[in-house]
């Protein structure tokens, strides 16, 4: 019997990466847009890669099959 590939979903993965232990990171909205509105300190933040929730991973299996 022919074991067929899972595809990967594009989208998903031109946003999200995963680290080396397993958990995936993305960059917060808001970035771009009314800037010098923010504070420094938000802005910075913003900048930074963040970690995914433990929900949001869950689903991150499903359409990242192979990380």
Known sequence: ????????????????????????????SARTKYRRKKDPTRNRSLSQPTVLSKGDTRKMTRLLPYG
């Open 1 to 28: 019997m022919k074991k067929y590939k899972l595809k990967t979903h594009k989208a998903t993965a031109k946003r999200v990466r995963m680290t080396g232990g397993g958990k995936y990171l993305h960059l917060k």
